[in-house]
């Protein structure tokens, strides 16, 4: 916390975290909140040596699915996220939706924060972010 208020204003952190466990004056501040899909985020921190580890994504999925893992069910996490859906500080974008429609969904996330870009960025952007883009530049 300490290292975040360093940080200059208009700063993004990400977190996984339920809405339950931020602190209520996220909801009572200028702070805005897109909880996004945790699956992938959850598995990978899974097996960190800290936690016990699943040997492949086909084992630790359904313990995922079925809340056999410390912070519960996705379900509940998404239960919980949507009691926030209407709320002016949150926004909810899903992978599905950002794959669907990249610029569409940009340009969503864009105005939620507040930035500014070009017709152009967008088009750039989604270009420069696609798996194979991606892997070409790995």
């Not at 993004?12 to 931020?22: F, Y």
């Not at 996490?77 to 950002?98: A, G, P």
């Amino acid at each position: 916390v300490k290292r975040m208020k360093k940080l200059p204003s208009r700063r993004i952190i990400l977190t996984c975290l339920p809405p339950h466990l931020l602190p209520p004056s996220i909801l009572q501040s200028k702070a805005k909140v897109n909880p996004k899909d945790t699956a992938v985020s959850y598995y990978h921190f899974y097996n960190m040596p800290l936690l016990p580890s699943f040997t492949c994504w086909d084992e630790y999925f359904p313990a995922f699915m079925n809340g056999k893992l410390a912070w519960g069910s996705y379900v509940d996490h998404l239960v919980e996220c949507n009691k926030y859906i209407d709320h002016d500080r949150i926004m909810m974008i899903s992978y599905e939706e950002l794959k669907e429609d990249p610029v569409l969904g940009m340009k969503k996330i864009v105005a939620f924060f507040g930035f500014s870009l070009c017709e152009e960025d967008f088009h750039r952007i989604a270009e420069n972010t696609t798996f194979q883009a991606m892997k070409q530049k790995s």
